[in-house]
């Protein structure tokens, strides 16, 4: 069985629930602080390597835990809610105290491109005026791509794709220190490559939005007394 990215979510609640409170109900806030007591890094490891996604397993990794997760996550909530309202066009997830922003193909490059084009470079505009809003936040983008042609050579345009928004952002304004670049080729699909739709969705491009030591330490702080 492939698992699908909410298959993989729902395995998350669902584990945390179990180790923490059988009754327990839980907001999607709170999901950051649950998986952080329940043991955030090893979950992330097993869900990113269960479902496939690189993205997953990082940011149920990156967790804080507690009553600072709470925060973190309330944070995380309404930078998300501006995100997906703003970039009509990319998919918003909202994973234990972080974000997953996915722009796939008909967003950010055509076929075998790795340059970006005039609609990219609006919705990437939108995602920055955001970013700006929240500067205490890590940003990792990662570079993917579908099957087509050896892995190597899509391991090599996963990355000049990575590179080339990641830049970007720097452009704009957003701080190199925020950013982290990552490619990996056909290896981490979120979709079948069965169908020319499917492998376009795969040929994507992953932002991974992380709370950074200082708004880590400022949560700790909020919720010391």
């Not at 069985?1 to 907001?27: E, F, Q």
């Not at 999607?28 to 993205?55: D, E, Q, S």
């Not at 075998?112 to 995602?127: E, G």
Request: net charge positive.
């Amino acid at each position: 069985m492939k698992y699908t990215r909410n298959m993989a979510l729902g395995l998350v609640v669902l584990t945390t629930i179990a180790a923490l409170a059988p009754s327990c109900k839980m907001n999607k806030t709170r999901k950051g602080a649950a998986i952080g007591t329940g043991g955030g890094a090893v979950i992330g490891a097993v869900i990113g390597r269960a479902a496939g996604n690189t993205a997953l397993g990082a940011l149920i990794g990156a967790t804080v835990g507690g009553a600072a997760g709470a925060v973190i996550g309330n944070k995380m909530d309404k930078q998300a809610a501006e995100i997906e309202k703003s970039i009509p066009g990319a998919k918003v997830y909202r994973v234990g105290e972080g974000i997953i922003v996915e722009f796939n193909d008909n967003i950010m490059f055509g076929f075998d491109k790795s340059d970006l084009n005039v609609a990219s470079k609006v919705s990437l505009n939108n995602l920055v005026s955001i970013l700006n809003k929240y500067p205490d936040t890590d940003i990792e983008v990662q570079g993917h791509t579908d099957n087509v042609g050896t892995s190597s050579y899509n391991m090599n345009l996963s990355l000049r794709r990575a590179t080339a928004v990641s830049s970007y952002l720097s452009i704009q304004g957003i701080s190199n220190a925020r950013t982290s670049t990552k490619g990996y080729g056909e290896t981490a699909p979120n979709y079948s490559n069965d169908t020319e739709e499917s492998r376009a969705q795969n040929r994507r491009v992953e932002f991974l939005i992380t709370a950074n030591k200082a708004m880590q330490d400022a949560a700790k702080k909020e919720t010391a007394n």
